[in-house]
């Protein structure tokens, strides 16, 4: 099986490049022939909008390049991460075009969300789910705030949808979560090719076995889906210590808040982070979007870290409520104080959650058995490509 990767990265890291290249390693670490194909937004910069609007729509360079790539490396499976905005969905009919199989996997929610996040104004909004035209997302601007570029992200939907694409040529679609495949039916994408294939993290190689101390910890990016004002807001009630590991828009803010409980770490090595969550009480998870599915509560589930999350999304699926930690309503501050206290004041019921959430992590979350759950997907999209194009030729 010659398989090729292709991602459109970010101008700001995140968790999407992370799971493109853990599944790369993997792959690659059971002896696969993996070919690499990526974009960076960087390029943006040097080109014009009009060229950027057309390429988002459809990129004749990039069906090119991938037409040419596809065949000289004789790919049987192209997994698809990012294609927006360089690559374009041309990119699924160069793979067609050279005989691939082609498996998207769905990060984000753009596909039914100009936004990509069903968010607006901080409050969960569907308005463009299930739409062919995503009218909503223009008037609101839902792409980074502008009309122009959020009207460029909705021309390439709707294209797409009344051309077909998303329907026939893609021959499975990878969701991070039951929710995320409930909400893709809704938008209109087959049911049969959507498979659930959650996001997976390496444990932890902690050296020595620190005792747990009455301290929360938040590891993630500093903006305002992931419920930060949240945070803030909730631990000027709180006097249980918090470490901040992480950096983004709102690292200034946070400063500026100076809360006196909490301990701002900023960007830290993942071993780093690792000793952190083994000495934690807790991992606070307060995103106000529903999120895919974040990497962090599976690296604290093989942390043996309970979680605090938002009773929300994918969040809500993930973190079993009273099992491997404890829900709380997204946005309501008071509501995620009343749970750290709880926690601080049952440690027993919480390292009892911990436990669990590190058993959970070692029967759904490792690689290995992401591994055999992705092999699995590519022999059926072979095997759906295939058929399809034997009864075409028939």
Request: hydrophobic fraction near 40%; charge should be neutral; aromatic fraction near 8%.
């Amino acid at each position: 099986m010659n398989i090729a990767a292709i991602h459109n990265y970010y101008q700001i890291p995140g968790g999407e490049d992370s799971v493109y290249q853990n599944e790369i390693e993997a792959l690659k670490r059971r002896g696969h022939n993996v070919s690499i194909f990526t974009m960076h937004n960087d390029d943006i910069e040097s080109q014009s909008r009009l060229r950027v609007a057309k390429e988002t729509v459809w990129s004749r360079r990039s069906y090119q390049s991938l037409f040419e790539f596809f065949q000289r490396n004789r790919i049987d499976v192209a997994h698809f991460h990012n294609t927006f905005p360089l690559i374009s969905p041309s990119g699924y009919y160069a793979a067609k075009s050279a005989g691939a199989a082609v498996v998207q996997t769905l990060h984000n929610f753009r596909l039914v969300c100009p936004g990509g996040q069903f968010l607006r104004a901080g409050r969960i909004c569907e308005d463009c789910n299930g739409r062919t035209f995503p009218l909503p997302g223009i008037v609101h601007g839902c792409y980074r705030g502008e009309r122009g570029a959020t009207s460029v992200v909705a021309s390439m939907l709707a294209f797409h949808w009344l051309r077909g694409t998303w329907k026939n040529q893609v021959d499975c679609y990878v969701v991070l979560s039951e929710f995320a495949k409930s909400r893709f039916i809704v938008g209109g994408l087959p049911a049969d090719k959507i498979v659930v294939k959650p996001n997976f993290a390496d444990a932890p190689a902690i050296t020595t076995a620190a005792p747990r101390q009455k301290r929360a910890l938040f590891v993630g990016r500093l903006s305002k889906e992931k419920g930060i004002d949240t945070l803030l807001e909730a631990w000027n009630e709180l006097q249980t210590p918090l470490d901040v590991i992480g950096g983004g828009t709102l690292l200034e803010s946070v400063k500026r808040a100076n809360v006196p409980s909490i301990s701002i770490k900023g960007q830290m090595p993942p071993d780093k982070v690792a000793e952190a969550m083994s000495t934690a009480c807790f991992l606070v998870v307060p995103s106000i979007c529903y999120e895919g599915f974040p990497l962090v509560i599976a690296e604290a589930m093989a942390a043996g870290l309970p979680v605090i999350a938002s009773r929300l999304g994918a969040m809500a699926e993930i973190v079993q409520d009273g099992v491997t930690g404890l829900h709380f309503n997204a946005g309501d501050a008071g509501d995620l104080a009343s749970k750290v206290r709880w926690a601080i004041n049952n440690g027993d019921d919480m390292a009892r959650m911990g436990d669990n959430a590190r058993e959970i992590y070692h029967t759904h979350y490792t690689e290995s058995i992401n591994y055999e759950q992705l092999i699995s997907i590519y022999e059926k999209a072979i095997e759906r490509a295939s058929t399809k194009s034997n009864h075409s030729s028939g």
